[in-house]
């Protein structure tokens, strides 16, 4: 298997991969061979020889991932994601992509099933970011009919909503609500 996910400023540790991955899973599409691949690869990703077969194991994986996604408790969070590391273990290199600065990657061993790839490189990305957030710094959309999962990149106040659309969406229907009163 080859190098994992690229990092960009724009892309803390490969995560916003994470939840594409894990959102088109969950949006009840149809998250074929095809689908899952292409989410890889829109990501940086390495190539990945998905039958049937390893796109299911990837969609349980997305699953298996969505519930660390889910939670709110630091300690809780870290614990699944040991048991993670400690059943997929992440065997980091410092990778220089084409005209691209030192960033931290992925190998997995080159028998490895796609779904062990996905899972030791999420792993690795989740504790990244929770040691350098010092939170659960990712969440579930608050927009009402909205449940897509995203990163929370901000410094600021933590983020409730997947985008500026479903943000403007409720601030514009709670203005609308409140002049109707």
Excluded: K
């Amino acid at each position: 298997m080859g190098d994992s996910l690229h990092d960009s400023d724009d892309n803390p540790r490969g995560l916003y991969f994470l939840v594409d991955l894990v959102n088109t899973v969950r949006d009840g599409g149809p998250a074929t061979a095809n689908a899952l691949r292409a989410v890889v690869e829109r990501h940086g990703g390495p190539p990945l020889a998905l039958d049937e077969t390893t796109a299911r194991q990837f969609r349980e994986a997305a699953v298996g991932l969505s519930r660390i996604l889910d939670l709110h408790d630091e300690d809780q969070a870290a614990e699944a994601i040991n048991a993670l590391l400690d059943r997929y273990p992440a065997r980091p290199r410092l990778v220089r992509l084409p005209g691209r600065p030192w960033s931290l990657h992925t190998r997995t061993p080159e028998h490895a099933h796609p779904a062990e790839w996905l899972l030791s490189t999420a792993a690795l990305a989740l504790a990244l970011w929770l040691g350098e957030r010092g939170r659960c710094a990712w969440g579930r959309c608050a927009a009402p009919g909205c449940d897509r999962y995203f990163i929370d990149a901000g410094r600021r106040a933590p983020q409730r909503f997947c985008s500026t659309r479903c943000g403007t969406r409720v601030r514009v229907a709670t203005h609308r609500a409140r002049q109707i009163r």
